[in-house]
């Protein structure tokens, strides 16, 4: 990993503690999400989404969206260096997964029969660059969805760069989602 890669996580990590208001910031975005799709919307997708933690965007209500919207909704879980997608309903309980991330509970489906993939990020460019934590676990799971998925960051205004240093292994977002900018 480059040394700008590094310091990059380290000032936007810094920069998205600080960011205020996170909640009713977080709220327009489910509805942004689903809008994206066009007019027939996420009835019958499957997608990808994720569980906010820390300064991520609280995605309670992205998921309300999604289900709303009538997509099957999957949710991440991380097993040893690799992450897989369970089938999430309304209301199912989740536990403390890997890193203390809030994980479901359930077998974990083929990848390629996901649609959509909403991933959270550290940073974004508007042409879909994106930086993660550093795991590399979304590095991974991509490359196995099919080439069709559609992947979509989110992420607060503040998260969008002009640039991120790219590796061979990273992949692009379809397209990326905050509240104030969607590309």
């Known amino acids: 990993m480059s040394e700008a890669k590094r310091q990059l996580r380290t000032d936007m990590r810094r920069l998205r503690a600080a960011i205020a208001d996170r909640l009713h910031r977080s709220a327009a975005l489910g509805g942004l999400v689903v809008d994206s799709f066009g007019p027939s919307g996420v009835a019958g997708l499957h997608v990808l989404a994720f569980v906010g933690v820390g300064g991520e965007p609280d995605t309670t209500g992205l998921l309300d ?83 069709d998925c559609v992947t979509v960051g989110v992420c607060f205004r503040e998260q969008i760069v002009d640039s991120i240093p790219n590796e061979d292994h990273d992949r692009n977002m379809s397209r990326v989602i905050c509240d104030g900018v969607s590309q």
């Open 65 to 147: 969206s999604l289900w709303q919207g009538g997509a099957l909704v999957y949710l991440p879980r991380v097993i040893g260096d690799h992450m897989v997608a369970v089938r999430h309903d309304r209301g199912d309980p989740l536990e403390v997964g890997a890193y203390g991330i809030p994980a479901p509970i359930g077998e974990a489906c083929d990848p390629t029969v996901i649609d959509a993939v909403v991933v959270p990020g550290l940073a974004f460019t508007l042409d879909g660059c994106r930086l993660g934590q550093g795991g590399g676990y979304y590095d991974r799971f991509l490359p196995l969805v099919r080439s």
